[in-house]
């Protein structure tokens, strides 16, 4: 299991300049195509998604006021309620409109037919399976993962022995990936 703290994740900022990314964890680690990619991002402007044609995505709102998806096929979505997940295909062509200032997201992307992935927001002691990757992210109050978290900061893990996650004290919110091989 490793740990991270969101504010010392190294910083990639988005080509159209509208965003930037803090890549939480890949795998295989510094493969050029992921099976698997959790990051935070931060929207700072209107503009495209970029696509990932072959790739299934959810993102969670974490902080701020959220953003508007509109897409191909009638997609409209608005990501506005903090800790909810929206899972979506990366084929589709999607344009984010920002609710008000800036928009804090946790993203998870997996490639289709060969990983799977399942946001959940918790908030009660969680089980984290034996056998499966995965990333804990700490919305709000203190978690044990192995050990002590706060907002902000998480674990991640590429194949693990059973875990849990426990909430210490009333109140306390934080999204899991649970992510597993197609098939498992």
């Known amino acids: ?59 969670t709102l974490i902080a701020g006021d959220g953003v508007r998806l509109v897409g191909d096929g009638g997609l409209d979505h608005r990501l506005d309620r903090t800790g909810e997940p929206f ?23 997996t490639r289709r037919g060969q990983w799977t992935a399942d946001v959940r927001r918790i908030t009660g002691r969680t089980i984290l399976p034996a056998g499966h990757a995965g990333v804990v992210y700490v919305v709000q109050g203190r978690w044990r993962c192995e050990r002590e978290l706060a907002a902000g900061q998480g674990a991640w893990w590429t194949n693990s022995t059973e875990r849990e996650a426990v909430p210490l004290a009333a109140g306390a919110v934080a999204l899991w990936a649970d992510i597993r091989p197609v098939g498992r």
């Open 1 to 59: 299991m490793r740990f991270f703290d969101v504010e010392t994740l190294p910083v990639s900022a988005w080509r159209n300049g509208g965003g930037e990314t803090r890549e939480i964890a890949g795998y295989p680690v510094d493969a050029a195509d992921f099976g698997w990619r959790a990051s935070i991002a931060t929207i700072a402007q209107d503009g495209p998604f970029s696509a990932f044609p072959g790739v299934d995505r959810s993102i």
């Open 87 to 109: 899972a979506f295909s990366g084929d589709v062509a999607l344009r984010a409109t920002l609710l008000g200032g800036d928009s804090r997201d946790f993203n998870v992307m």
